[in-house]
């Protein structure tokens, strides 16, 4: 197209192309802003100064790069799909972008975007493709990154928050190298698919003498059809398991399968439960599939999320950052049995376990780096089989409990629905707001928000989530002829309560074995773990429940779980770390008073309830000042007989919430919507447990912040785990980072003691872990009881050491405290 064939833009105020005409980079963006179009320059406003920032960052003077956008002309709004209200759209620029960068004949361009992306290369979505290294319509390398403006919108779709700038600087990172040269190298790869028992036999004879092996499967309807083997980057092989083989030929490949994957050589492999569950027992459980794979090795989820536990973990991310692999997952995805080809579904298995043992590489790399290597393989590996052996095993369920409760709950709701549809029909709501009997509005935003703003008359909010409700009712509704308008809103948040309870709990369907079960997500951002239910394609369809969700506390946790009972012939035992998260922030904050409040067993949520309510307590402060052993137990047994009989159950759970609010720098709304109080009273609380707690504040607060500014923004906890804090410096990455040694010490403690507790007694049965306790069952007579026990308050006893910790801390013991019982509902204390 010659240069009169261009489009005229005249009569707009047209922000052209600017930079260096020799740049080897060229950056294209979406369109220009405010401050561009008064400027005439692209990049020139916030985000096109973080642009250059992130150049600058990735070794490039940004004078040296040029700068453009695709569409040359700001869109109303900066709403890029407004262009049509100039009646113009996108496609109408894309022959000046092609011209300028024919003129300029980069070696690499970085795509800023989604608009960016497709616009160059016609790839359609900016999160898959982002990292990639990828060819432009005409035949320039491009690695395209995702919008920096969408950090400083927070609306923006597409970013989730500050900590991706992380990786948006590593898409930088590659731009800028791929800028240097011209060639478009990717990664070659000898994919194939085995053909014969032979070709099997020769390609693992070969590699016989390896250390280590990449494994990955594909499945249907959780039946492995393939599984795809890699020794090294270069190199896969994928073995249908079913389609292609004659049955005599076929036994000869399983056997030989099987033997490999029972055998010496190390394995390898990206979330791998997934894959090591099914090819033992497939088909929710009820299919032996007959294939026990020993030895395995590394999980490249787990590693990366030790090294980055702030950042996605799938293995299209990792390969992203760690290898120049573009997005592959979409051959995978794609797959059409009835129209395609195995072979392309065999080929995409055996990508995949190539990439993984590329990453595997990459990763081990980094873990050395960051002295990092020991903790991975000695504390979090260990974790792969512990945590696949609980989902294995599950928690049998007592049928007629869950019938007593889906007749308690529904009974439940109809009163709450009798309720609500009474107080309704005594307001004289317009004809648009009124809703017919029996019409669950409550399960409807729109029919809450129309209710609530407009037929009530309340003061509008954001949108009718529980916790906006909750604040409403708490700070929207003062006066007293307005009392029913509040009790409406409760009614809604029961209703909703009770249709979760049902829905996700007491519906679950279980396995049919009886048995419900819970997928375990090992790693979360602290080192905790997560729980969720089982869905396809673990399973044929969504199973059981997140058991960490089932609340500790108040009817409805007690009443889920009466559904779980041990196996015949056993019976739960439920240890618990008393206290676990405020003893360590005690010793952290180097608070001598709460330390010693702990060792003598004050109930310290009972004492903080008496602190923010204005109880008064006799001879705390005797206690305090008092250094004879024995008459500081005599004390604290007064003080607990005191508190016993002043703070009422519900208050010291007021305590409780209120101490841990304290100790985490949680602001005063979201304490109030944790204890459903107005936001003064929640900031009154607040600032009483600190007049009565001042080490968290004085000491805690700014050590953990020193720390971070002088330590590249790390934290290590007691057993070496590290965390680099990526969010932006500020108020919500010191919250964050208040919480991570606490949090990661207590849930550490607790996974490692359970761990030399499994091998020091392999019969004992884990079935659940909720950072602070754990549920098991043992055999069900005394003698088996009291060894269990024994062994477990020991290991849960252990000290803890704090000398390796970033704030350097002597020992710290955490008591614990252990049930037993017939149901999980019903448990009683040893």
Known sequence: ????????????????????????????????????????????????????????????????AYYTNVVKVRPPGNNIDALNVLQLKIEDFLPHLWAELDTLKPNCILAIGGVALKALTGYDGIQKYRGSILQAKNGVKVVSTIHPASLLHAESAGMSSWKDLTFIQWDANRAVAQSRFREYNLPRRHLKVCRSFLELDRYLHDYRNAFSCALDIETYKTFPICIAIAFNRNESLSIPLFAGWEAGERVRVWRRLADFLSGPIAKIGQNFKFDQQLMECCNDYQTN?????????????????????????????????????????????????????????????AKDAAVTFECYEEIEKELLETNTLNFFYERVMPLHDFYRRMERKGILRDLEARKLLKEKYELQRQLLETELQILLENFELDEKVTFGKGTKLYNSPQKVAKLLFVGLGLPQRKDTADDTLSGLARNGIKAKKDEPKKRIIQLILDLRKVGKTIGTYINAEHFPDGRLRTSVRIALETGRTATQTM???????????????????????NDLRSQFIPDPGKIFLEPDLSQAESRVIAILSNDENQIKLFHYGIDIHRLTAAWIFGHSVNQVREFYQERDPDRCREIAKIINRQLKEKIPDHERQLGKTFRHAGEGGMEKARAAELTNLSNWRAGELLEKFHANSPCIRDVYYPEIIRVLQENDRILVNPFERRRQFLNKWGDELFKEAYRQLPQSTVSDHLKF??????????????????????????????????????????????????????????????????????????????
């Not at 049995?337 to 579904?345: A, C, T």
């Not at 429940?545 to 409805?556: N, P």
């Not at 499994?758 to 060894?787: G, K, M, R």
């Not at 710290?812 to 509902?825: D, F």
Request: hydrophobic share 35%.
């Open 289 to 349: 599939f007959g294939f026990e794979i020993n030895n395995f090795y590394f999980d490249t989820m787990l590693g990366f999320r030790t090294l980055y536990p702030e950042l996605p973990a799938k293995l299209e991310f990792i390969a992203s950052v760690l290898t120049e692999e573009p997005y592959w997952k979409e051959e995978g995805k794609s797959f059409n049995p009835k129209k395609d080809s195995l072979d392309k579904l065999l080929l995409y298995n």
């Open 1 to 64: 197209m010659t240069t009169s064939e261009l489009k005229d833009f005249s009569a707009f105020r047209y922000v052209p192309g600017f930079g260096a005409s020799t740049a080897k980079l060229a950056i294209v963006g979406e369109a220009p802003g405010a401050e561009e179009e008064l400027a005439g320059r692209p990049f020139v406003g916030q985000s096109g100064k973080m642009v250059r920032g992130i150049v600058e960052n990735a070794g490039m003077n940004p004078e040296e």
């Open 753 to 830: 003691s359970m761990l030399r507790i499994s091998s020091a007694n392999p019969s004992i049965e884990f079935l659940e872990e909720s950072h602070d306790s754990f549920l098991c069952q043992v055999d069900d007579n005394e003698q088996s009881i009291n060894e269990v026990r024994s062994l477990i308050t020991k290991e849960l006893e252990t000290p803890i050491n704090f000398s390796k910790c970033s704030l350097p801390r002597g020992e710290l013991v955490i008591p614990c405290e252990i049930k037993k019982g017939y149901n999980w509902e019903k448990m009683v204390k040893l």
């Open 535 to 557: 869905k396809v394609p673990i399973t044929t369809e969504n199973y059981s429940m997140a058991f960490q969700t089932i609340t500790k506390h108040g009817d409805i946790g």
